[in-house]
């Protein structure tokens, strides 16, 4: 079982900035990818932003410019700097990770959601 513990979640003015972070512990083979995903009151689940393993990273059109991913791969976390803050962003931020089995399967974890709250 792997589990995700985030932190960094909270209340900013508009323009604001929050720094995300997500840890995973557990059985791990090993991760291919760890993301971010937003859920905002009464809307779904969206991606705001994924990174491989090897770095590649995804930005959803929204955050493109204002949001960063990075990783640290040698201690399985994941990191998202949320810049310039609108309060469209206002949402509970969940992580979530890949992960791959030593059998070349892929399991896929969530973290619990952290709020972040916009508003002045």
């Known amino acids: 079982q792997v589990q995700l513990v985030e932190s960094g979640g909270g209340l900013v003015q508009p323009g604001g900035s929050l720094r995300l972070s997500c840890a995973a512990s557990?059985?791990?083979?090993?991760?291919?990818?760890m993301g971010w995903y937003r859920q905002a009151l009464g809307k779904e689940r969206e991606l705001v932003a994924d990174i491989t393993n090897g770095g590649r990273t995804n930005y959803a059109d929204a955050v493109k410019g204002r949001f960063t991913i990075s990783s640290d791969n040698a201690k399985n976390k994941v990191f998202l700097q949320m810049n310039l803050l609108k309060a469209e962003d206002k949402a509970v931020y969940y992580c979530?990770?890949?992960?791959?089995?030593?059998?070349?399967?892929?399991?896929?974890?969530w973290g619990q959601g952290t709020q972040v709250t916009v508003s002045s």
């Open positions: 557990g059985s791990i083979f090993s991760i291919d990818a």
């Open positions: 979530r990770t890949v992960v791959r089995t030593r059998w070349g399967s892929n399991n896929y974890y």
